[in-house]
């Protein structure tokens, strides 16, 4: 049986032809590649916290700005906007985690990810555990971390669909690279310290 392919379009930018394959909005697959950043780029972003009104006074997550999934999850949905050229202005979107009922891994992962961006935003040497970088490591509110800006790592893979996209890979600081959150809000995490005790590491 022949595959029912929908609407012929015509893209107006590129003039590339493609299917719409039933989709009421359906983008166009040159355009949207050309979008994407290349993997493995590396570049300056500036963080948006997307507010989801999840709070949890106990933990320190408060000001609405962390989310709740489905299945539980717990963490903060983020826009990152690239300010480096050539792809100052592109956007992409990744999740820090802060719990899953899964289990530590995740909200683990969340913690990490938050001390790289503050240890590059900062320039504060990852291996650093001198009392002043402690104290920068520190945070009042997860809404401190709003509207940083850091240098990341960019990974570009293929989404649902067969999309492409661009996510958070790593975040670079003067000494190696910080492993992020993994892209899913039913991936495995910690209900562990308050934002403060996250990113305070022991001297």
Not at 45 to 54: D, E
Not at 177 to 198: D, L, R, Y
Request: hydrophobic letters at 30%.
């Amino acid at each position: 049986m022949e595959k029912n392919l929908g609407e012929k379009i015509v893209c107006p930018k590129c003039k590339t032809k493609f299917y719409s394959m039933g989709k009421r909005k359906a983008a166009c697959p040159k355009c949207q590649k050309d979008n994407i950043i290349p993997d493995g780029s590396k570049v300056q972003v500036k963080l948006k916290i997307r507010p989801g009104g999840y709070n949890d006074f106990k933990l320190g997550w408060t000001d609405g700005m962390a989310s709740e999934g489905k299945t539980g999850a717990i963490y903060l949905n983020c826009e990152f906007s690239v300010l480096s050229p050539p792809h100052d202005g592109k956007k992409f979107f990744s999740l820090i985690g802060l719990h899953s009922p899964k289990g530590p891994w995740w909200g683990n992962k969340g913690r990490e990810l938050i001390r790289g961006i503050i240890d590059s935003s900062n320039e504060i040497d990852d291996k650093d555990r001198s009392t002043e970088a402690i104290n920068m490591r520190r945070l009042k509110s997860l809404k401190d971390i709003d509207g940083t800006i850091f240098h990341a790592k960019i990974k570009a893979l293929k989404g649902d669909g067969g999309r492409w996209k661009n996510e958070l890979d790593t975040i670079v600081v003067n000494e190696g690279v910080v492993t992020p959150s993994v892209e899913s809000a039913n991936g495995e995490g910690t209900k562990g310290a308050s934002p403060m005790e996250a990113i305070h590491t022991p001297s």
